[in-house]
């Protein structure tokens, strides 16, 4: 999907309010959360390369925590929006 913020989907597609914004920069993946409720969630976090995203999961994963950072954040449906785009 499309808006005049960009390209997204919906993290959990039963909680509409939550959108997860996908672009291209500098040849990586990037990704942005929105939420309608809270605009502080865009304003302040910054777009987050999936590279950063993977290291948090791997520092969860090693502190024995059993949250997984990348649930959020789906590498192929963003490839393919950014295809489609």
Known sequence: ???????YY??????TEARMYVRR???RIEFRMWHQGDQ????????LPYEV???AAAMFKASGKESD???LYD?????RL???G
Do not use: C, R
């Open 1 to 7: 999907m499309k808006d005049q913020l960009g390209l």
């Open 10 to 15: 919906y993290p959990n597609p039963q909680h």
């Open 25 to 27: 920069f500098g040849g």
């Open 40 to 47: 502080s969630v865009w304003d302040k976090h910054n777009w």
């Open 53 to 55: 995203i993977e290291q």
């Open 69 to 71: 950072p990348t649930a």
């Open 75 to 79: 590498v192929a449906v963003a490839e």
């Open 82 to 84: 950014l295809a489609d």
